[in-house]
Every structure is written in C-alpha cells, then in structure tokens.
C-alpha cells in the first residue's frame, strides 16, 4: 500500500495528509462525494457508517454517524464552502464528542500519470485542538479509511 503522509508541524494549528491512489482523479473524486460510497470506506472497518445529511454544493450541510457493533454512536458534521469539484473540496468538520471544535478541511486532488494523489490540510481553531485530534488516534483511522478506499477504488469503473 502507498505510504501515508501525516505533517502537524509544531506550533501552528494545521495537519497536512497526503497519500497516493491507484485511480483517476474523477473516480477518487466520486468515492468523496457520493454518499454511498463514502459510507463504504470513510472511517474503521469495525464501524459502520450512517450518512444522515450530504448535499455537497455551496452552503450545503453533512452529517454523518459512525456506529460500534454495541450502538456507540459517533457524529460529525459540517459545510461545504465553495462549489466541490474535481478540483477540491473545502468544508468545515465538527466531531459531535467535543462541540465547538471545529476544523476547516481544503481537499485537493493532483492527478499524476493515471494515478491521483489526495491532498488534505485542515486548520484547527487552536494547536491544543489539532494536538488532540492527533492523540485521538487519527493516523490509524485515517490509514485504515485510506486501505478501504484503495479497495473500493479497484472495484469502481470509471464513468464516462
């Protein structure tokens, strides 16, 4: 599997992810923006995913739940900023665990010799907020996320 690139660089409030796919730009971007196949590798492979709201256009809302084989719920939500294409996507993401937390995401998508590679960097309100989210575990949820999305992204055929 491709390696994953996790940055938070000390002292100001950013994370930048970055990570390569063995997949057209516009087949990555379907799996972002379609609901259902988003709920397919979004997250863990121990949780399931809930997509209660998406409307991906300027000022639209999301929210999505992921849930435990117990019934432990997870919220997140947010909004699209912006028109989300191929080009990027920016919205905001708010973990419903910690209200008031939220991040501001900028989704990129470098398409590279039939290849693409997925650009994040998201902004935090504050260094302690971004450390946490850090601590929380999310280099392993998002490589695990990233592994579903390589597998779902084989079994996809390009549209067009």
Sequence with gaps: MP??????PQDVPFIDISREFDAPRDLV????????????????????MRVDRWDPVDGGAWRYVHVEKDGTEYGFHGVFHGKPSPDGIVQTFEFEGAPGHVSLDSLLLEERDGKTVIHTHSVYQSVEARDAMVQAGMADGLREGFDRLEELLGRLVPVG
């Design 3 to 8: 390696e994953l690139s996790i940055t938070a």
């Design 29 to 48: 971007y379907r799996a972002y923006i379609d609901p259902e196949l988003l709920a397919q590798w979004l997250g863990p492979r121990r949780l399931e």
